[in-house]
């Protein structure tokens, strides 16, 4: 197998109103990468509904270093978020945002456990009407 210099590894949410934008944005800014699309993004390192969705997503993410040897991973979120309530849940907007970069920083921390030699860069998107931009 042919390993591409400089591969990242992206974590991205399933939501159709950011994945078709942000893959671009994605591309332009770290060039190649593997992809994990799951609902809820780095919510199911933080906060899980099962414990066994933690397990899949680290696994998954071993399995790209294994065999793709990925020099970063880009965790990403995104406002609005329905695995984690949506906006609604938030007083204002500040708020939802300042929520999602602790958890990407907790989402972080515990992935660099496990994978203590990984680099880890946190992307956070929002909505500005139809158009999808880094927070
Ligand atoms: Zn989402």
Request: glycine share 6%; net charge neutral; aromatic share 8%.
């Amino acid at each position: 197998m042919k390993h591409i210099k400089n591969l990242s590894l992206v974590l991205l949410c399933i939501d159709y109103r950011f994945w078709p934008q942000a893959l671009p944005i994605l591309k332009e800014k770290y060039g190649d990468f593997d992809l994990i699309e799951i609902a809820g993004s780095s919510k199911n390192i933080t906060s899980p509904l099962e414990e066994e969705d933690r397990i899949t997503l680290l696994e998954n993410i071993g399995l790209s270093i294994k065999l793709h040897h990925p020099h970063k991973l880009i965790l990403t979120n995104h406002t609005d978020c329905g695995a984690y309530g949506g906006s609604k849940k938030f007083k204002s907007q500040d708020e939802e945002v300042e929520f999602h970069k602790k958890e990407l920083i907790n989402a972080k921390s515990i992935i660099s456990k496990k994978f203590p030699t990984l680099s880890i860069e946190t992307e956070l998107f929002t909505l500005k009407g139809d158009k999808v931009e880094l927070v």
